[in-house]
């Protein structure tokens, strides 16, 4: 269920950032046309200025997002000197137990 609500959430943090990035776009183009500056240092200025912090926040909620849902093949482990961290393992091949009569 888990893996669900990850996907499912991370999957939502994109959409909403592309949103917002295309959104950009548009406020960069009618800036550029309105603005002072030339209109590339203009359009740069607005696009730069609404995406990076977008981003930031898409990739800080991604990580909570993990951390709080963690997937099936993933754990929170408190590793020492640097905290709780979300760590993917993996087996490779089943544990062999040797039975003596």
Known sequence: ???YKQSFY???IRIIANVFMLGAVFVGMYM??????PAEAEFCIWFFGITVPVWACAIFLTRFIRRRFPAEEESLVDLPGRGPC???WHVTEPSRVLVLR
Do not use: E, Y
Not at 32 to 37: H, P
């Open 86 to 88: 979300l760590v993917r």
């Open 1 to 3: 269920m888990n893996s």
């Open 10 to 12: 991370i999957g939502l």
């Open 32 to 37: 550029a046309f309105r603005g002072s500056l």
